[in-house]
């Protein structure tokens, strides 16, 4: 098992010893110390579990709430555990994390295979459907992104193309203006965005 995955795995078992204790503030460095020395001995990036889980701390309230809105039917108290853990550490690496260090792709692949591991048979989709709707909010970075060594573009005249498209939706009431805008899991009020379909 590849170390970066490992710890993601210890990151996420702490986590959940963490959330299963009620959640004690500063509880989580012991948990690691243990849990690293238990299923990850002799590990050389235990310093990346340590990261992984006081980062997903450290942003708990931001990441909660991105969970509520991007999940709506479930109330986060009704998350299964494992599942809501899982999320924040993909939440916390897809947002807050180095996207040179783990573009956005592997950081939700990562989470999935986590929910498969250590989650229910609905994990892996129930995780997939959350993180891919954050993504998708936050414009897919990194979406088509091709490898620097092959297919590379020679000139710009090759580059790929994306349509992307916006709305403005308004009404005119008198002197009054009105513009309809949407709320996005971030809890932000923007314009409409979105790919247009072709013809």
Do not use: C
Not at 41 to 55: I, N, Q, S, V
Not at 98 to 122: H, Q, Y
Not at 151 to 170: C, S, T, Y
Request: glycine share 10%; hydrophobic share 40%; proline share 5%.
């Amino acid at each position: 098992m590849a170390n970066r995955h490992l710890a993601r795995s210890v990151a996420m078992q702490s986590l959940f010893e963490w959330d299963f204790n009620g959640q004690r503030d500063g509880g989580i460095e012991k948990i690691l110390e243990v849990n690293l020395k238990e299923f990850a001995p002799g590990m050389e990036d235990g310093e990346f579990a340590t990261e992984l889980a006081e980062g997903v701390l450290k942003n708990r309230d931001k990441i909660d709430s991105i969970i509520e809105k991007a999940a709506p039917e479930w109330p986060l108290s009704q998350v299964a555990m494992v599942d809501r853990n899982v999320l924040r550490i993909g939440l916390y690496e897809l947002l807050f994390g180095s996207r040179k260090e783990v573009p956005p792709k592997v950081a939700i692949n990562e989470a999935i295979e986590l929910a498969k591991t250590f989650g229910s048979e609905a994990s892996g989709r129930f995780v997939n459907g959350v993180l891919g709707t954050v993504y998708r909010e936050i414009g897919e970075p990194g979406k088509d992104e091709v490898s620097k060594l092959k297919d590379a573009p020679a000139n710009l005249e090759n580059l790929p193309i994306e349509a992307k498209a916006g709305g403005v939706v308004f009404r005119k009431d008198g002197d009054a203006i009105q513009f309809a805008l949407v709320h996005d899991v971030f809890g932000y009020w923007t314009l409409s965005k979105g790919s247009p379909e072709n013809g």
